[in-house]
């Protein structure tokens, strides 16, 4: 690595000032967050008679064990949720990306519209008919019904995404690849999917953190079995009104995997893995 | 046997506004070293494509060996897999997820070749390329020159039954591009894989090709051995793109004297030979000299050309001078042993025979 350039007085200030700025924003930002942490490990009597923004007098995790209980089996229908939806939709999405990237089939650009297209559908317009569907398919109230509409909602996305990703590759990586004697499935997966790491720890996570916060499929789809733990902190909200730390505490539990996700997946979020594979032009 | 026919190949681009290929015919015979020679855009790597099949082509037919992998009515197509055609592409294509070694083996994984057999290819030939100490690299770290020898070597070490070999010294360094040339060569030799290379570079061509195929603007202009094109190239473009320096143009009357033909510019004039005196008596026609057909001679010699030095181009043992002669500039090429003839003006002549002369209108060649 080259070092960066010596820098100016001038720029020098500015950067003083960019930070200045970055700064400010990020308390902004920050003090929802701040509140919510120093509540969620106050108790519930403490809750009471302090400001939410300052230091607990004593610390308490009675929040967490009340919010856990409560939220154990929704947080693990999310889990297995959002891990089967955020496979599937990726897995689908690669594979949809990779034929629209790098073949050319009959129609294959008014196909391509016609599937990129269902992105642009509004949620709300689709709700009732889904909701309708997956009943018809025995799948209401069942993990299986959430993960399929979260796959269907979540290939077009994906494949919009994958084409580009999978576009960038140079045709004659994979030209190359066939007259090694490789055929396309294999491609897909020593040359294409290994090459785009990158692509699909970015698809990953954000498919992650969209299916594990989202609350209108989940409030329409689900019953009590299969309901994941946003429809049930929302319904905390309403029966536990008066318990801000045990609130606190439950949206904190939601954030966790989020947060867990983006510190592993962080690393890999690096650029440039494509450089030198081939002439530059 | 042929190894590769090629009939009436057309490749069209932007609904058939741009021809890519147009017409191209070819027969390249088993084990021949054949050089596709031409211009930026004249086609080339779409006729590279078609061949490996990656290209389907608009019209036309090809057959490797005896068999037909794309016929006239595309009811045969073989598949690139199928083809065992190694190809080293214009930009490199390592697969930028593999070490050079995991590119090198990729083809052979494929083949079922046993590990050792793998690791002994792959070495040796990473060896005689000089990239043995990369085999562990990504190709994000390797420079241009080094991805283009692995390039090379990831085709070598198949055991193809055609090699299509896209400008594959390109991005090497003068003495490396002599001492790849050469073990290139030297494989292609020794293995008697029939060899499809193209190159922009005539040097290149003169040096590697048992054929040359000289295109422009998607067809073929002239094919034949290196010797064919520099002796006896069919019009002044051939003339001129093949041969280092460039060949002299000349534009010539020609009036006949005592039988013998002789191609005036400003006030002088070259004796031709007495054979083409009745096709190009009266007529106007263009040139064709090579640098290394002047001869130095005295100044004071009759029907010689005179002419001002401009610069002198020491080579080593040779030296190239440009001169003008009748307000034309001039490039001769004379051994260093006759530096000091060449003076502030010098006096050349031509063997009459090693004249080329062209149609003034058409550029084509005239022969006696
Ligand atoms: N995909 C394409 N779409 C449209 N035109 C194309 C396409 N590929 C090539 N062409 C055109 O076809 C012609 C031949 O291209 P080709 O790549 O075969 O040239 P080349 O001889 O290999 O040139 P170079 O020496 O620069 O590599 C060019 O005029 C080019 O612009
Ligand atoms: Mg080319």
């Known amino acids: 690595m080259a070092g960066a350039l010596p820098l100016s007085k001038t720029q020098k200030l500015l950067h003083a000032l960019y930070y200045m700025l970055l700064f400010i924003f990020a308390v902004f930002y920050l003090l929802p967050f701040w509140g919510a942490v120093t509540t969620s490990l106050k108790s519930s009597a403490e809750v009471f008679t302090t400001s939410p923004l300052s230091f607990p007098e004593k610390l308490t995790l009675e929040g967490y064990r009340a919010a856990f209980n409560h939220l154990k089996k929704p947080l693990l229908n999310s889990l297995i949720i959002t891990a089967g939806g955020t496979f599937f939709s990726v897995l689908l999405g690669s594979i949809c ?33 889904l909701f309708q569907t997956i009943r018809r398919l025995g799948l209401y109230d069942t993990v299986w019904g959430l ?36 055929r396309p499935w294999a491609i897909y997966r020593r040359i294409i999917l290994p090459s785009t790491k990158i692509a699909t720890v970015t698809a ?78 | 046997m042929p190894s590769v026919s090629i ?47 990656l290209l389907v082509p608009t019209t036309g037919s090809i057959k490797i060996g005896d068999q037909v992998v794309i016929s006239e009515d595309k009811k045969t197509f073989v598949a690139p897999q199928e083809r065992n055609i190694a190809m080293v592409f214009q930009e490199y294509a390592l697969y930028p997820s593999m070490t050079v070694r995991g590119n090198m083996s990729f ?28 085999l ?118 020609v009036s006949v004297k005592e039988g013998r033909p002789y191609f005036a510019f400003g006030q002088s004039a070259l004796p031709g030979s007495q054979a083409l005196a009745v096709t190009l008596n009266g007529k106007s026609c263009v040139v064709g000299i090579r640098p290394s057909d002047f001869m130095l001679v005295d100044t004071t010699e009759p029907e010689a050309i005179k002419g001002k030095v401009e ?32 003076n502030e003006r010098i006096a050349v002549k031509v063997d009459p025979d090693k004249l080329h002369i062209f149609d003034a209108e058409t550029g084509d060649r005239i022969d006696g």
């Not at chain 1, 590759?169 to 007259?179: D, Y």
């Open chain 1, 97 to 129: 990306g990779y034929a629209f990237a790098q073949y050319r089939f009959k129609f294959d650009n008014v196909i391509f519209v016609l599937v990129v297209s269902a992105i642009f559908l509004p949620y709300q317009a689709i709700l009732v008919p």
């Open chain 1, 147 to 182: 993960i399929l509409a979260h796959t269907a909602y979540g290939i077009p996305m994906m494949t919009l995404l994958f084409r580009s990703f999978y576009g960038d590759i140079p045709r004659c990586i994979v030209q190359q690849a066939m007259l090694d004697g490789y």
């Open chain 1, 204 to 281: 990953v996570v954000f498919q992650f953190a969209s299916i594990w916060n989202e609350l209108l499929f989940s409030l329409v789809l689900t019953g009590y079995d299969a309901m994941p733990a946003t429809v049930s902190l929302n319904q905390m909200m309403g029966t536990l009104a008066a318990e801000w730390n045990v609130q606190m505490a439950g949206s904190m539990w939601l954030a966790l995997p989020i947060l867990v996700l983006y510190i592993i997946m962080g690393k890999y979020l690096i650029r440039g893995y494509m450089a030198g594979s081939v002439a530059a032009t």
């Open chain 2, 7 to 53: 009939r009436n190949l057309t490749v069209a681009y932007n609904k058939g506004r741009t021809l890519a290929l147009d017409n191209f015919n070819l027969d390249v015979e088993d084990g021949e070293f054949c050089v596709f020679l031409g211009p930026s855009g004249c086609g080339k790597t779409t006729a590279l494509l078609c061949i490996a099949g």
């Open chain 2, 107 to 134: 083809a052979l994984e494929n083949k079922k070749y046993s590990k050792e057999e793998i690791e002994r290819k792959v070495n040796s030939i990473a060896s005689m390329l000089g990239i043995e100490q990369l």
């Open chain 2, 136 to 253: 562990d690299r990504k190709p994000a770290q390797l420079s241009g020159g080094q991805r283009q020898r692995v390039a090379l070597g990831r085709a070598l070490v198949r055991d193809p039954s055609l090699f299509l070999l896209d400008e594959p010294l390109g991005n090497l360094d003068a003495k490396l591009r002599e001492q790849v040339r050469f073990e290139l060569k030297r494989i292609q030799r020794r293995l008697g894989v029939t060899t499809i290379y193209v190159t922009h570079d005539q040097t290149e061509a003169m040096t590697l090709a048992d054929r040359i195929v000289l295109m422009r603007d998607g067809k073929v202009v002239q094919e034949g051995s290196p010797k064919d094109l520099y002796h006896k190239p069919i019009n002044t473009f051939v003339a001129g793109f093949v041969g280092t320096p460039r060949i002299n143009f000349l534009t010539c009357d």
């Open chain 2, 311 to 342: 610069v002198v181009e020491p080579l080593g043992d040779e030296i190239v001078v440009h001169f003008t002669a009748e307000d034309q500039l001039l490039v001769g090429k004379f051994s260093a042993a006759d530096e000091e003839k060449v």
